[in-house]
């Protein structure tokens, strides 16, 4: 690739390149599996990620426009802007549920939907790093995806009570049970697990 490289990320499954306007994600080698298995594993996420991220912006979803899927790597598009983590406020909040509220009407869990896999850009939240994401509409992955997202504002922003309210305000315009889903939110934090 003749582009400057900006960045480079590792991650637990992948590592990232990021270049100039593109990005590419390299799923990398697990060596305590054997060779032939762990290319196969990681050449069906890295397809199935990639479909998913897919599905999500036919759903209306702002993610990385996806060029090109090659064995286990993917070359997308780079949103340059903020983490979320960085800039959220409430109105911001809310286009964070609009967008989750969107992807979970269209049947699909982020998995791992913090504020550092959100990035603001041009008055617009995308999600992004859908390494972990799964087909399922049920409450039950709903709830934990909202759960995911509640946790990180706690942690986070000391406004985290006024930031979720305008997450649910946003949610609902999307998700017509948003209330049973933060029912469910409720219900898993008090699982021992969560706590």
């Not at 986070?156 to 889903?181: E, I, N, T």
Request: glycine share 8%; net charge positive; proline share 3%.
């Amino acid at each position: 690739m003749d582009q400057q490289l900006g960045e480079t990320v590792v991650g637990a499954e992948a590592t990232v390149h990021i270049y100039d306007v593109v990005v590419v994600k390299r799923r990398r080698p697990k060596s305590y599996r054997i060779k032939e298995l762990d290319t196969k594993l990681r050449k069906e996420r890295t397809r199935v990620e990639a479909k998913i991220q897919s599905d999500a912006r036919r759903a209306g979803v702002p993610t990385p426009v996806i060029w090109d899927v090659n064995g286990c790597s993917i070359t997308m598009e780079r949103i340059k802007g903020e983490p979320v983590r960085y800039v959220m406020n409430e109105l911001i909040a809310e286009q964070v549920g609009d967008v989750l509220g969107r992807l979970h009407s269209a049947g699909i869990a982020h998995g791992d939907p913090t504020t550092f896999n959100m990035i603001y850009s041009a008055d617009k939240v995308y999600l992004i790093d859908f390494g972990l994401a799964y087909y399922d509409g049920s409450l039950e992955a709903r709830g934990v995806d909202l759960h995911v997202f509640f946790q990180t504002l706690e942690a986070m922003h000391q406004d985290a009570q006024s930031l979720k309210d305008a997450f649910v305000v946003g949610y609902a315009k999307r998700c017509p049970d948003a209330m049973r889903v933060v029912d469910k939110v409720n219900e898993i934090k008090q699982r021992g697990r969560y706590l």
